[in-house]
């Protein structure tokens, strides 16, 4: 029997077939962890609200949870793990991973998105370039120190595509959550 499952959710406009997602689901599936892929719904932009994101993640964690009840994680790259972190917020899982969270991108703060991870309450990693544009480390520094259920992996000299630091990215949140679900 599975110890516990993950879904998986790529970046924006990403599908199931995103690299690291893959290598992510290979690696919790060594250790004994079901997981699924999923792509949200691709349009132009997100749906107001988010509402047709979160409602297809939904969808997919009741389905993935029925079929494997336990412990269950929520695993976003960037947009995915925004949607994924707004869920969370709401209805927390047992875990929460996010590969490079754009947490606030250059002249564009998103409270939305820091109010969200102030307010988690479940075991969540972030695992973040310190070179991302997009998610700077000061940003998710600050909410960590003020919420200890987050904690923050860096990868030196990464920015937000990973490139070749993807392989360390997968092997951390791989393991953190091998753990974190154990």
């Known amino acids: 029997m ?3 499952s993950a879904l998986l959710v790529p ?13 992510i689901s290979k690696r919790l599936e060594a250790a004994g962890v079901a997981t699924r892929r999923i792509a949200l719904p691709a349009s132009a932009r ?12 939904r969808a997919a964690r009741d389905e993935l949870r029925a079929d494997h009840p336990g412990p269950f994680a929520l695993v976003g790259r960037s947009f995915g793990g925004r949607m994924c972190a707004f869920l969370a917020e709401r209805e927390p899982p047992d875990a929460l991973a996010i590969v490079g969270h754009p947490i606030s991108p250059p002249g564009r ?6 109010a ?6 479940c075991r969540t990693l972030i ?3 310190d070179r991302d544009e997009l998610g ?5 520094e600050r909410i960590a120190k003020a919420n200890a259920r987050v904690e923050i992996h860096v990868l030196a000299r990464a920015g937000h595509d990973l490139g ?12 953190w959550l091998a753990a974190a679900l154990a």
């Not at 997100?46 to 993640?57: C, K, M, Q, R, T």
């Open 2 to 4: 599975p110890a516990g």
């Open 164 to 175: 070749s630091h993807e392989r360390e990215a997968a092997d951390v949140v791989a393991r």
């Open 46 to 57: 997100p749906s107001g609200g988010y509402v047709a994101e979160l409602a297809a993640l």
């Open 109 to 114: 703060p998103r409270p939305r998105d820091e």
């Open 127 to 129: 695992v973040q370039g």
């Open 136 to 140: 700077p480390l000061d940003v998710l």
């Open 11 to 23: 970046g924006y406009r990403g599908t199931e077939r995103q690299p690291i997602l893959l290598a």
């Open 116 to 121: 969200a991870l102030a307010h988690i309450s």
